[in-house]
């Protein structure tokens, strides 16, 4: 940011934000992100996290956290069914955090509290913000696109209409001309109605809420944002993305592996794939292999993001084929986990292949990373669709994980004239990032209007 740390002491607001983001790492990283931005405008900072993947208060000396039990119990805690696990979330965090809040809101030592701030998904908190006469700004953690498709998603549910066989993948949903019936947001859980439950929640106290901050920006969903408001009626700030002011790598949940970056530095300049699929995103074995042998044939350098838990009944690497490990080492470097914005910023780095997480996809752009699409579920199928056939800016795999297509696909954006033409179009949107955050630019005025709101 452009201010010393001492000039923004002087200019504290005396006003407070408190934050509660959702337990999960695709939604800390740009919640915390939002927080420092905030910081840097001058208001003193409060965190209500859940003891569940609780983010490390020392990485934020300038915040003040409180903790409140979720009540889940061990065996509760998996990512295989994400949506039952936002459910219960939101169930079980409703009298601990309107307690917290309420005791918050009684402290006359700190600053008073301008607003709440929660991620989307913590729907059940429109109603404690109402209770306590508080306002509610709500954080989309995914981009306008995948907001609209959930909406359209939810309104095929409801009238009935959703038929997602056979052929009818393929055809066109005429709510958003570029997706297809098959990259609609659906996720597999056990309970469907729960998750349409889910999402007409977030909708409806969306619309309640006093305003929605979107991690994007103008120059790439200018269209997306104005649909969303008209979805919405309430002010819509799109002031990302948020990485361009700061890393994500403070809020990390897992240990980065350090050697990442040093394998990078022995690279040619962006002839490295970084390879990583999140957080979340899990595969059958067989998948894996395909990944393993996609990545070998194209004998292209690698940087494997393999984090335990990815390979389903697979503690780490131990379903790569014998020898596989020694025939890759030098062109190849596997780790548990990586500081990705670091990775992706690397001048060795010349392309990702990612599953198209919104973080993951923005921070591409961001750096200038074109990318190979191979999303896993919910909003990565449209951010897929959208970073393959709209901003043209990667390469989508659309038989899954074969082997041949990803090699082919790698060799595609690594060596071809038109993995040139999807980096040259990458660049320009890097660019439009770094206008878009300058003052005078949308997401910089997007960010004025939200202060202006607040005070
Ligand atoms: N990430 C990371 N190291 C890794 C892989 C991912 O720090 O090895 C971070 C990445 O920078 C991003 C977040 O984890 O900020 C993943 O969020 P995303 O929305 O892309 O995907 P999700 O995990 O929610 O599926």
Redesign the pocket.
């Not at 990583?276 to 995103?281: A, L, N, P, Q, R």
């Not at 780790?335 to 914005?341: E, T």
């Given at each position: 940011m452009e201010n010393s740390t001492e000039t923004k002491l002087q200019q504290r607001m005396g006003r407070r934000l408190v934050l509660f983001p959702l337990p999960?790492?695709?939604?800390l990283?740009?919640m915390l992100q939002l927080a420092n931005i905030m910081h840097a405008r001058g208001f003193s900072i409060t965190i209500i996290h859940t003891h569940f993947n609780s983010p490390n208060p020392s990485n934020y000396p300038h915040f003040t956290f409180h903790s409140i039990p979720d009540g889940l119990l061990e065996s509760q805690v998996s990512f295989s069914d994400a949506i039952a696990l936002i459910g219960l979330l939101n169930i079980n965090c409703v009298a601990p955090f309107q307690d917290c809040l309420s005791r918050l809101l009684l402290q006359t030592s700190e600053e008073p509290v301008a607003c709440l701030v929660t991620d989307y998904l913590w729907h059940f908190t429109q109603a404690v913000a109402n209770s306590l006469k508080l306002s509610r700004i709500v954080l989309r953690?995914n981009s306008a696109a995948s907001s609209l498709a959930f909406a359209a998603l939810l309104s095929l549910h409801e009238r009935g209409c959703l038929s997602i066989k056979g052929p009818q993948l393929e055809s066109p949903v005429p709510e958003i001309p570029p997706l297809k019936v098959k990259d609609l947001p659906k996720i597999n859980t056990r309970d469907e109605e729960v998750f349409y439950q889910q999402i007409a929640s977030a909708f409806r106290e969306g619309r309640a809420s006093s305003g929605i901050i979107c991690n994007s920006f103008e120059g790439l969903e200018e269209s997306e944002l104005s649909r969303l408001h008209e979805h919405f009626r309430v002010p819509i700030f799109a002031i990302g993305p948020f990485?361009k002011y700061f890393s994500?790598?403070s809020?990390?949940l897992?240990a980065?592996d350090q050697s990442?970056i040093t394998w990078l530095d022995k690279q040619a300049h962006r002839s490295v794939i970084y390879v990583?699929?999140?957080?979340?995103?899990e595969m059958d074995e067989t998948e894996f292999l395909e990944m393993a042998f996609g990545l070998a044939n194209s004998e292209q350098p690698f940087l494997w993001?393999v984090?335990p838990g990815l390979v389903r009944g697979s503690e780490w690497l131990e379903s790569l084929p014998k020898g596989f490990l020694e025939m890759m080492s030098g062109r190849g470097h596997i780790?548990?986990?990586?500081?990705?914005?670091e990775?992706?910023a690397h001048p060795a780095t010349g392309g990702f292949w990612?599953?198209?997480?919104?973080?993951?996809?923005?921070?591409s752009i961001c750096e200038g990373v074109p990318m190979i699409c191979l999303p896993?579920f919910g909003d990565?199928r449209v951010n897929a669709r959208y970073a393959s056939e709209v901003w043209k800016v990667g390469f989508l795999l659309e038989n899954g994980w074969e082997r041949g297509e990803i090699e082919r696909t790698i060799r595609r954006l690594m060596a071809e004239e038109e993995g040139q033409e999807r980096r040259r179009r990458v660049m320009h949107l890097k660019e439009m990032v770094n206008l878009s955050v300058k003052p005078g630019g949308s997401s910089h005025r997007s960010l004025e209007r939200f202060v202006a709101q607040l005070l």
């Open positions: 999960f790492q695709g939604h990283n740009p953690t990485q994500s790598s809020s990390s897992l980065h990442s990583s699929f999140g957080s979340i995103v993001v984090r780790v548990k986990w990586a500081s990705q914005q990775v992706l990612t599953h198209c997480g919104w973080n993951s996809t923005l921070e896993g990565q």
